[in-house]
């Protein structure tokens, strides 16, 4: 097993600056810390913080995520965020929010944090398919929870919507109220939750005896802007879809802006739903027909799990908290028949 002394051999500097680095105090100048940390990772040093941790927690559990300053002027996360400080207070942590800089991964800065002992454990946001991080925090016996839906041989708990059945009341919705085409605006492929959310359109699809059509899926970033490049790809079909379902209002109100750019109307020509029911849904012209995401109650699921694991107790491999169809007036029965 690797030690200390190892790591600042192969790095090239004293024992003092490794722990400088490790520990986040001291000052070390950039290429020196990426010099360790890349010395770390070589040897797979972990530091034995064991005795330390039975004499005391840092009560502290941390987040790291990119663009975090982006992430913080979106409502939801904003909601999902107070909701996980709340829980985190009420059992006597604190909350840590970190974002990575162009020097240091992600995961480098989630390891370095769990390492010098200042959070007891760490939450994961945009849980992908096949993603590595919770295997390597796992493997660093690092307490850990993930944002997401459920992907095979996940190393971690994870909560989350439940996707399925949320996209399933949408379409259910939207075929009751007539329509036949249907389309869907989904995030990135690689999130976990989107394969979910596109189950969920799917399974419904086919409850109803409605036809599926590649063409009708549209795959998005996360984006206003992502929102109204894939409307104006459904608006130039040869036979546009009369309703559309999206992964998130964002993409919704995007949705919503092309429609209206094509000169027609939201709700009476193509009905829109959205998903989180973000506050501004309420009113926007129509009103937003959307899936309410109880964000700040998996904020505070997220940390009583999490918390949970720090004190070694049991959690649940798998919680999903149920979406709900808020109808308003973006949707409507369907003024021309399907081609």
Known sequence: MATIKDVARRAQVSTATVSYVLNGTGVVSEPTRARVLAA???????????ARALRTR????????????????????????????????????????ASPTTAESEDELA?????????????????????????RLAAAGVP???????????????????????????????ARLGHRRIALITAASDLSVSEHFYTGYRASLHTHGLRREAALVIEAGSSEDDGVNA??????????????????DTLAFGAMHAIRDAGLMVGKDVSVVGCDDLPLAAHTYPPLTTLHAPHRELGTVLARHLIGLVERRNVPEVTLLPLRLIVRHSTAAPLRAAG
């Open 58 to 97: 840092s009560h502290t559990i941390g987040i790291v995520a990119p663009g975090i300053a982006g992430r913080l002027a979106d409502p939801a996360t904003a909601e999902l965020l107070a909701g996980l400080s709340e829980a985190a207070t009420t059992a006597g942590y604190c909350l840590l929010i």
């Open 231 to 248: 409307m104006q790809e459904l608006l130039a079909m040869r036979t546009p879809p009369t309703a559309v379902l999206a992964a998130s």
């Open 40 to 50: 770390v990772a070589e040897l797979g040093y972990q530091p034995n913080h064991s």
């Open 111 to 135: 390891l370095r944090l769990a390492r010098s002992g200042r959070v007891d454990g760490l939450v994961i946001f945009d849980l992908r398919r096949n993603d590595e991080r919770p295997a």
């Open 144 to 174: 850990t929870i993930a944002i997401g839906a459920p992907t095979p041989g996940l190393s971690c708990p994870v909560a989350g919507f439940d996707l399925r059945a949320g996209a399933a009341q949408a379409v259910n919705h939207l």
